[in-house]
């Protein structure tokens, strides 16, 4: 199997649930054209095509309907849609992916309609599959700021005109225009959201607005939605960054191909139109649409967009390139091996948008405290309205007044936004990078990884054996026996051959007849009429030849962990090629880091014990574990997975059963077979184990992050909560508190996509 088919199955999502899995791996076809809609963050148009996401899979519990919902990117819309559907008859499950705005609902078929109905109750407008098509979607009007505008000039002459102890009636007339200008919307989504018994932001800032403009505060009842709305516009702008993060991965591929058509003529085409097997021409400079396979020319790739490689990389014949990568000095031909949708590009992104739409711990965390969060903050504002006037004789109106700011601090939209854009600015920062996490809690236990298990060959080796030693007892010249091994090796396609081939190169070689595979021994043939052999040695051993003079060197040679092929005739032992699978220069390295970050290592291979034990003194791995057989491994990985977080790092179809155990599976993402890659969850797009280093470093500083904006979102609203309740809080202060949260922990969040984690 080559490289290309094995990326061909690259990152299927194992342990996300089936349905989300199933929106985010059609979610890049939406990424498209910018727009701004009259929803306060709808940024970002869905393109009109559809008819990829799941629609009417039948799973066994119901139906799967996606629907896009474009006015949908935030808490409050989620628990407004949970508010109305989940009481529904037929409603099985709901799953959201706010970054894509996408509702995935599993319900009885029949109730469709019911579920579409009662989505555009709250003033949203659902897109189904095969429904939207590029003539039937109007574009959306142009976003009109005079409203806005205006309702600012009004509510600073509100301001105004009050600190100019103007007339009340002047005041009131000023608030009003700048509530209406600015809040009609706000009063609309308000009364949908009170009407469906949801106390979100909109519903609270209305009843918050409306309360001061019966205590007569104008000034402040206009500074206030004014205040709301801008800060709403600008959190939709830093929203929109944080979920188009991913769309630096889908600006890879270019928009154009220059293919070779029947007649031999080459024509511009779009990606998504070149078929399997089309020849496709790239000139210096240009970016690679689609994978491929080299079939004339040559050049250097730089693929550090894929596999996170800092270096060009030469290529030529029969190499192969993906889809995303940047051609720098030759040009070349290669011939079409993936159609745009199945690129490794495309499986990237999809595998980014997969993880992200699965819920990390933390965030259900969140999510499960916001619930509690805003009913225990509104029962404490209407008692601080009733509680002291009833009870201590207090005037009510600075009371409700406090009761209106904490309604405002209620909120708790800051607080559940600061894990997703955190999570998937993490994510697509390790995409950039070349390592491929399919869900959020992977990546939050790699804080937590303890042991790092590793297999050997293809993995800390570069899987295929080299000639270290050539001893030759006297009767030939190292370089005679070359001649001959080479010449005999030449016929065979074993990985022991290939490897005495590749250490003849350069040797002239020789005539072989009868050319004879012997099963499990090696080869023989005969060369100027003289019969050779080349094997182990069981081999030479059944042709009379006698190995004990010199045994002991040969044992020395195997205690270094080294594979011995002898060369053999009729006059005896000719020569000895002493083959071992080389280290790859980077794991070294790998595991000097991992010491560092205080990640202990072990070696899990079915290798001898002199060869484990070899390439774990090479590399420095804390512990190995020779002659391991897949249930050796899977045992392995259960009784260190006692001890703390444990991780598997393999490549091989016997790895699989401790990958799908190990807490974390990292898979070789070039060299690992299709089952190691589809169970691991984590691929290493350029099998350098350096990649898991990294991925703990960027765990830890996703985590780090995630506490910097729990902890500051609860901060801000504990201070104003305890500035209201000592009546040094005002509704201004509230929105501030509420929506400036919201911005500096989006902010805070996206800080990640330019982490490096070298730092």
């Not at 009913?375 to 600075?398: D, K, Q, Y």
């Amino acid at each position: 199997m080559n490289s290309h088919e094995k990326n061909n199955n690259l990152l299927q999502p194992r342990k996300i649930p089936s349905a989300t899995g199933k929106i985010s791996a059609v979610s890049p076809l939406f990424a498209g054209k910018q727009h701004t809609g009259d929803h306060q963050h709808c940024c970002t148009a869905a393109e009109p095509v559809l008819d990829a996401l799941p629609q009417g899979k039948n799973t066994g519990r119901g139906t799967i309907t996606a629907i896009r919902i474009m006015q949908m990117d935030c808490p409050v819309e989620e628990n407004l849609i949970t508010g109305k559907l989940s009481a529904m008859p037929g409603v099985v499950s709901l799953q959201f992916d706010l970054m894509q705005r996408i509702l995935t609902v599993t319900h009885r078929q029949e109730i469709l309609d019911d579920i579409l109905q009662a989505i555009r109750s709250l003033g949203f407008e659902p897109e189904l599959p095969g429904k939207n098509t590029a003539s039937s979607i109007v574009p959306p009007p142009p976003v009109r700021y005079w409203p806005l505008i205006t309702a600012i000039v009004l509510a600073f002459a509100a301001e105004s005109l009050s600190w100019l102890q103007f007339p009340g009636w002047l005041q009131a007339l000023c608030a009003l225009a700048a509530v209406l200008l600015a809040g009609i919307k706000t009063y609309k989504k308000g009364w949908i959201a009170i009407k469906n018994l949801n106390l979100n932001i909109n519903a609270l800032m209305s009843v918050a607005v409306t309360g001061a403009l019966l205590l007569q505060q104008w000034p402040e009842a206009a500074m206030v939605m004014v205040l709301f709305n801008i800060a709403e516009m600008i959190e939709a702008k830093a929203l929109d960054r944080a979920r188009n993060a991913i769309d630096t991965l889908l600006k890879l591929a270019p928009e154009w191909m220059n293919v070779r058509q029947a007649d031999n003529s080459w024509k511009p085409m779009q990606p998504a139109d070149v078929p399997l097997s089309a020849i496709v021409r790239v000139k210096p400079g240009e970016k690679i649409g689609l994978d491929g396979i080299i079939v004339r020319g040559n050049s250097t790739v730089n693929q550090s967009a894929i596999t996170g490689e800092s270096l060009p990389v030469e290529k030529k014949t029969d190499d192969q390139v993906f889809a995303g990568t940047l051609n720098e000095s030759g040009s070349f031909e290669y011939q079409v091996t993936s159609v745009a949708q199945n690129t490794t590009l495309a499986k990237i992104i999809r595998s980014v948008e997969s993880a992200r739409a699965s819920k990390a711990p933390t965030q259900r965390f969140v999510d499960q405290f916001a619930r509690i969060y805003t009913p225990v903050i509104f029962l404490l504002a209407f008692a601080v309205a009733i509680l002291p006037p009833l009870f201590f004789g207090l005037p009510w109106t600075p009371w409700i007044y406090n009761a209106l700011v904490m309604l405002v601090i209620a909120c708790p939209c800051a607080l559940v936004i600061s894990t997703p854009v955190t999570l998937v600015s993490s994510l697509t920062a390790a995409a950039r990078m070349g390592i491929l996490i399919k869900g959020g809690v992977y990546l939050e236990q790699g804080k937590k990884l303890q042991w790092l298990a590793l297999d050997k060959t293809g993995t800390l080796t570069q899987g295929k054996p080299e000639v270290t030693d050539v001893i030759t007892p006297g009767m030939l010249t190292p370089e005679q026996a070359q001649a001959i091994a080479g010449s005999l090796s030449a016929y065979s396609d074993h990985p022991v051959s290939e490897a005495v081939t590749r250490h003849s190169e350069g040797v002239t070689p020789l005539t072989v007849n009868d050319f004879t595979s012997v099963t499990g021994q090696g080869i023989t043939g005969i060369i100027n009429n003289e019969e050779y052999w080349l094997g182990n040695r069981r081999l030479l051993q059944a042709r009379g030849v006698e190995l004990l003079d010199t045994e002991e060197r040969y044992i020395a040679l195997e205690k270094q962990g080294k594979t011995l092929v002898f060369l053999g005739h009729r006059t005896g032992l000719l020569a000895v090629f002493a083959l071992a699978d080389t280290v790859k220069l980077t794991s070294k390295q790998a595991i000097d880091e991992l010491h560092q970050l205080g990640v202990k290592t072990l070696l899990l291979s079915g290798d001898n014990p002199f060869a484990v034990s070899e390439i774990a003194r090479q590399v420095g791995i804390d512990q190995a574990k020779a002659q391991q057989l897949p249930d050796d491994k899977l045992r392995a990985i259960e009784e260190y997975s006692r001890r703390g977080v444990t991780g598997m790092a393999g490549d091989g179809i016997n790895d699989t059963p401790a990958l799908a155990r190990a807490d974390i599976g990292f898979a070789m993402g070039i060299a690992g077979t299709d089952t190691a890659i589809e169970t691991a969850d984590v691929a290493l797009m350029d099998d350098d184990l350096r990649k898991i280093p990294m991925f703990v470093r960027l765990s830890r500083k996703n985590s780090q992050i995630l506490t910097q904006n729990i902890s500051l979102s609860l901060a801000i609203k504990l201070v104003f909560l305890v500035m209201t309740l000592f009546g040094a809080g005002t509704l201004w202060m509230a929105v501030f508190a509420d929506v400036g949260a919201s911005l500096l922990v989006v902010a805070n969040g996206l800080r990640i996509l330019r982490y490096s984690t070298n730092a």
